[in-house]
């Protein structure tokens, strides 16, 4: 069953993350046979998930039209580029920290408040609750790049030059309409249904959503004192934002699986992509994240920026976050691939 999703599992195999990575991947593969059907999420209100799906990804390109008009009109303050800044900063790190690094990969250690911290960021990220989102992307690696994977741009969709341009939007935004390969949550994170403190976050998604958007509505009142400035606010730390966020993030899947460098043969078309290592706090070293998949550093040169990594690093030196997963130099080299 070439490409069947090996679920969870697949990383809890590599407990020893100290080991090279993908020695345990074949092991993992042999031992445990997933049917295609038990790893897909069945959606419950199909129609209502591609609505919501739907206004959340067009809604802030609409209102980012706005937002030129608003600064045309010289109606943009600092104040409201800061908010900006610090939301994204917050839910971007909400996403790359806790979503993934964290909840998905274990790439450290930390208690249930910090938990519980990150796991509510990443939801304010309004990408959808916290266990869909790492169902998602745990089969993402289960398969990547072969049937199976929700969002890759190169298998299933034709050959020619417009497979290429079809692949390409299905990664970036057509998958988030399509529930036929959405990661099974019973399948791909058990242990996030069974853990009580990530539950809570992803049973009260919504809330968390709607408060990202309060949040610099609020600010945008306190410090401009007027409900202009407070709708202003929430225009750019609100939808402003969400589109940024949202399109990085879907990037990784499109870009970072298309264009870029390869420095390890992991099997699969993950790259390298410098130019938006900052905007998504150090994920587009996507390549090195398939070669080593619970490192919390994805960045691995010294020319490579990691915020996230750079975090982590903080957290583990001040308590709040143990046991990280920084793999050794040997190790990287012996796993490059060979020129």
């Given at each position: 069953?070439p490409?069947?999703?090996?679920g969870?599992?697949f990383?809890?195999s590599?407990?020893?993350?100290d080991t090279a990575?993908?020695?345990?991947?074949?092991q993992?593969?042999?031992?445990i046979?997933?049917?295609?059907?038990?790893?897909?999420?069945p959606?419950?209100?199909e129609?209502?998930?591609?609505?919501?799906?739907?206004?959340l990804?067009?809604?802030?390109?609409?209102?980012?039209g706005?937002?030129?008009?608003?600064?045309?009109?010289?109606a943009?303050?600092?104040?409201d580029?800061?908010?900006?800044a610090?939301?994204?900063?917050?839910?971007t790190f909400?996403?790359t920290?806790?979503?993934?690094r964290?909840?998905?990969?274990?790439?450290?250690?930390?208690g249930p408040?910090?938990r519980?911290?990150?796991?509510?960021?990443?939801?304010?990220?309004?990408?959808?609750p916290?266990?869909?989102?790492?169902?998602d992307?745990?089969?993402?690696?289960?398969?990547?790049?072969?049937?199976?994977?929700?969002h890759?741009?190169?298998?299933?969709?034709?050959?020619g030059?417009?497979?290429?341009?079809?692949?390409?939007?299905?990664?970036?935004?057509?998958w988030?309409?399509i529930?036929t390969q959405?990661?099974?949550k019973?399948?791909?994170?058990?242990?996030?249904?069974?853990?009580?403190?990530?539950?809570?976050?992803?049973?009260?998604?919504f809330?968390?959503?709607?408060?990202?958007?309060?949040?610099?509505?609020g600010?945008?009142?306190?410090?401009?004192?007027?409900?202009?400035?407070?709708?202003?606010?929430?225009l750019w730390?609100?939808a402003?934002r969400?589109?940024?966020l949202h399109?990085?993030?879907?990037?990784?899947?499109?870009?970072?699986?298309?264009f870029?460098s390869?420095p390890y043969?992991?099997?699969?078309?993950?790259?390298?992509?410098?130019p938006?290592s900052?905007?998504?706090m150090?994920?587009?070293?996507?390549?090195?994240?398939?070669?080593?998949?619970?490192?919390?550093?994805?960045g691995?040169?010294a020319?490579?920026?990691?915020?996230?990594?750079?975090v982590?690093?903080?957290?583990?030196k001040?308590?709040l976050a143990w046991?990280?997963?920084?793999?050794?130099?040997?190790?990287?080299?012996?796993?490059?691939?060979?020129?």
């Amino acid at each position: 069953m070439p490409g069947a999703p090996r679920g969870w599992l697949f990383h809890r195999s590599m407990a020893n993350r100290d080991t090279a990575h993908m020695e345990s991947a074949t092991q993992t593969t042999d031992a445990i046979r997933v049917p295609p059907a038990q790893a897909v999420q069945p959606v419950e209100n199909e129609a209502l998930d591609r609505f919501l799906t739907g206004t959340l990804t067009v809604a802030p390109i609409l209102l980012l039209g706005v937002a030129g008009w608003q600064v045309w009109n010289e109606a943009l303050h600092l104040r409201d580029l800061m908010i900006l800044a610090v939301l994204y900063v917050a839910t971007t790190f909400g996403v790359t920290i806790g979503l993934h690094r964290l909840l998905t990969h274990r790439s450290f250690k930390t208690g249930p408040k910090m938990r519980a911290l990150w796991a509510i960021l990443g939801s304010m990220a309004i990408e959808g609750p916290v266990i869909s989102w790492v169902a998602d992307h745990r089969k993402h690696h289960a398969c990547s790049d072969t049937e199976g994977d929700p969002h890759s741009p190169h298998h299933g969709h034709g050959e020619g030059p417009m497979a290429l341009v079809k692949g390409f939007t299905h990664a970036h935004v057509g998958w988030l309409f399509i529930h036929t390969q959405r990661g099974s949550k019973e399948r791909f994170a058990p242990d996030l249904l069974a853990d009580p403190v990530v539950s809570f976050v992803n049973r009260t998604f919504f809330f968390w959503a709607i408060l990202s958007l309060l949040i610099p509505f609020g600010l945008g009142y306190a410090l401009g004192g007027t409900l202009d400035a407070a709708l202003a606010a929430l225009l750019w730390g609100g939808a402003v934002r969400v589109f940024l966020l949202h399109h990085a993030t879907y990037s990784i899947n499109s870009i970072c699986h298309t264009f870029g460098s390869r420095p390890y043969d992991t099997g699969d078309e993950s790259r390298n992509f410098a130019p938006l290592s900052l905007l998504t706090m150090g994920e587009s070293w996507h390549n090195n994240h398939h070669a080593f998949p619970t490192s919390a550093r994805h960045g691995l040169r010294a020319w490579q920026p990691d915020p996230s990594a750079a975090v982590i690093a903080a957290m583990e030196k001040t308590g709040l976050a143990w046991d990280a997963v920084w793999v050794p130099k040997e190790k990287q080299r012996q796993r490059r691939r060979k020129r």
